[in-house]
């Protein structure tokens, strides 16, 4: 018998969906000239490759940045170096995002910061091979991509809609099509799936995707919006913790053929600081051109089952209180 999830988005699938992203592939990003001097950004996984430049680009503009950084040293020379070259307020907090405590000491952390956070930015990823569990029996795909955004953005919702305005991007790719017919709501943790890198990092970005739907329902009447953007095929440290012949592929393809992570930061900082797009919610961006989304990633059913699950795998672990 057919997969239900193909009977259900084989229809809704078309070309021209496909087609306009390898078209959007060739467009440089928007350039935002307007400065942001006495605003606040947040950036988790600032540390290297697209936060870092994304970091370095609000500096540049005036921005106070405050980053969510997992290694203390990494984050330490980039405070020091943004501090020092750019005359800007720099903060930093340490966390591990792929832990559920990490999530949460982040989110509380970032809820009490003085005054308000103008743009929020989910970009702490990662790309793994191999199946890996966290401490908390997570599969860390799922919980770095999905769960961390997930946990912080909700725990900062009363500061956020406070402020009655705000802007929120999740660092997603084009590779959340790879998850082609959709999340396996039952096996979230690929336990019971043959795991691959590509498909489970897809599924983290989609599962993403579906939350920003809910995020941007309940903040439109607060005035915060809530948006999500591939960030081109860049340069960066990702994929450094596989093993040597992904090293070699790398090194000798991959690498080869991407472009610098300063478009992506140019993209980042067009989608938080361009006033034309003060009220662009629930929209994904190829850089900084929209784009309308594959169909499991605009699946709202999918969405709310999706959102109701977490809940309960939170409740589960003693992630709500
Ligand atoms: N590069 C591309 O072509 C591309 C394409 C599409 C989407 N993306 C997305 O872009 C985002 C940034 O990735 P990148 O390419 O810039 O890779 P990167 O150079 O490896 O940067 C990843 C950042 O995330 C941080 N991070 C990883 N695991 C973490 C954890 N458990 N807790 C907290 N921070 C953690 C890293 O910190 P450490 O320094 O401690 O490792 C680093 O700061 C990701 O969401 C990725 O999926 C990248």
Known sequence: ??????????????????????????????????????????????????????????????????????????????????????????????????????????????????????????????HLEKRQETPDGLETNFALHYLAPFVITGMLAPKLEGQGAGRVIFVGSEAYRFAAWGLDLDDLQWERRRYTGIKAYGAGKLAQLLCMHRFAGDFAPHGVTVNAMHPGMVKTETGKDNGRLYQWYKKSVIDGRSGSPDLSAEALYHLGAAPGLAAKTDTFFHLTTEEELSPPARDLEAADALWTRTLGLLAMKGAMQ
Not at 22 to 44: H, L, Q, S, W, Y
């Open 1 to 126: 018998m057919l997969n239900p999830a193909i009977r259900r988005y084989w229809p809704q699938y078309e070309w021209s969906n496909v087609w306009s992203m390898f078209r959007n592939m060739k467009n440089p990003p928007a350039r935002c000239e307007e400065r942001f001097d006495g605003r606040t950004v947040v950036i988790t996984g600032a540390s290297s490759g697209v936060g870092y430049h994304t970091a370095r680009k609000y500096a540049s503009m005036g921005a106070r940045v405050v980053m969510v950084n997992r290694n203390a040293e990494k984050s330490e020379r980039v405070r020091r170096e943004l501090a020092d070259t750019f005359g800007v307020v720099v903060e930093q907090f340490i966390a591990d995002l792929s832990l559920l405590d990490g999530m949460r000491r982040a989110g509380g952390w970032l809820a009490g910061l003085d005054g308000p956070i103008d743009v929020l930015i989910h970009n702490a990823g990662l």
